[in-house]
């Protein structure tokens, strides 16, 4: 028989590998922003300032703790980034699927998302607790925080973005509703009564953008920061004072009040120092430039407005009481304003010696 001919073996060809993408970085502001509601009295602060049902009151927030980091992928977290908790409800856990949208434009598409990532979050739950046939899956709420500058108007259940169906049809269309935190539709009407609310205070520090200069955002921005450092003045809170310091020296006053130096702080404390000499400072070229002019109007529209941030509307008479105050008279209203308690306490200091125009 003739020798069999060796077929020669083919060479494997070495598969290409596939450069990964490198994962996007998600700016620092954001990650500053996303901190502050890594906290546990933050989650609280939205249920219970933010969302007005009666089962709010129902939650143990001494077992609130974070589930998961993260199931929004690396290419969107750019838009916006997540946080899920959960917390006793009763016998049983209620999971908050917080998803914070760091885009000033609005994805119209947000129902859509959020079906995907609380199917994610079932999922997860499926694979790590070894739910069975039995068990029923835990309530989820969906929530949603927007910083951007237009209102939000995308549809809030992903039924709307479905188009209708003859009747037969309609038991199938899926029904996901998320709970949406505007925080540019807050006015200081709605925030001021929640003073010692952290979310709402952030939501305040937020909003000072829609101020038409750096003058006035700073002078909403430090009766704010007086509240703060007032309600965290215990050493339990130091965490989240630097937290807060972190960033508004990344996002906020960045954002607000650019073309105001800001040195390195690490205490509210110093900051808020920082911008009480800022706003005197700028105060006093106030005075300078009415002296010039020969009014006082706009000094005495400042202590105003910083006494209604503090201390909400004002009586019309006490309006009319500081709209007769000479300059000097005011800038002492506007130094005794951040240590005072009461308007009494600002204003009555000059009406006993009787200084006015």
């Not at 494997?12 to 620092?28: A, D, G, L, V, Y």
């Not at 010692?196 to 200069?213: C, G, S, Y």
Request: glycine share 4%; net charge neutral; charged share 30%.
């Amino acid at each position: 028989m003739p020798p069999r001919k060796r077929t020669p073996k083919k060479r494997k060809q070495s598969k290409k590998e596939i450069p990964k993408k490198p994962k996007r970085e998600i700016p620092e502001h954001d990650k500053s922003y996303k901190k502050l509601f890594s906290h546990p009295q933050m989650i609280q602060d939205l249920l219970e300032g933010f969302v007005a049902e009666p089962w709010v009151a129902q939650l143990d927030f001494s077992t609130l703790e974070t589930v998961k980091d993260s199931f929004v992928s690396d290419n969107l977290r750019e838009r916006h980034d997540d946080i899920i908790c959960r917390v006793r409800w009763g016998k049983k856990w209620l999971y908050v699927y917080l998803l914070i949208e760091f885009q000033s434009t609005i994805d119209e598409f947000m129902a859509v998302r959020l079906m995907v990532y609380i199917g994610l979050l079932y999922q997860y739950l499926i694979e790590t607790q070894k739910l069975t046939a039995t068990d029923k899956l835990p309530p989820v709420l969906p929530l949603v925080i927007y910083n951007g500058s237009q209102r939000w108007e995308a549809a809030k259940d992903i039924s709307e973005l479905i188009e209708e169906v003859p009747g037969g049809l309609e038991k199938y269309r899926p029904h996901l509703r998320y709970l949406l935190i505007d925080e540019g539709s807050y006015g200081e009407s709605q925030l001021t009564p929640l003073m010692k609310n952290l979310v709402a205070t952030i939501i305040r520090l937020e909003n000072t953008r829609t101020h038409d200069n750096e003058q006035e955002v700073a002078d909403v921005i430090q009766p704010v920061l007086v509240s703060l450092i007032d309600l965290l003045k215990d050493s339990k809170w130091t965490p989240f004072r630097r937290d807060i310091v972190t960033w508004l020296l990344q996002a906020s006053l960045p954002k607000n009040v650019p073309n105001t130096p800001i040195p390195e702080v690490v205490e509210l404390q110093e900051m808020n120092t920082m911008l009480y000499e800022t706003i005197q400072n700028w105060y006093k070229e106030a005075e300078v430039r009415g002296k010039a002019e020969g009014r006082v109007e706009g000094k005495a529209e400042l202590v105003l407005n910083l006494l209604e941030t503090k201390f909400g509307v004002l009586p019309a008479s006490i309006r009319a009481t500081i709209a007769h105050f000479d300059s000097e008279t005011l800038l002492k209203c506007s130094q005794r304003l951040f240590t005072a308690k009461t308007v009494q306490e600002v204003i009555e200091p000059s009406l006993s010696k009787g200084t006015s125009t």
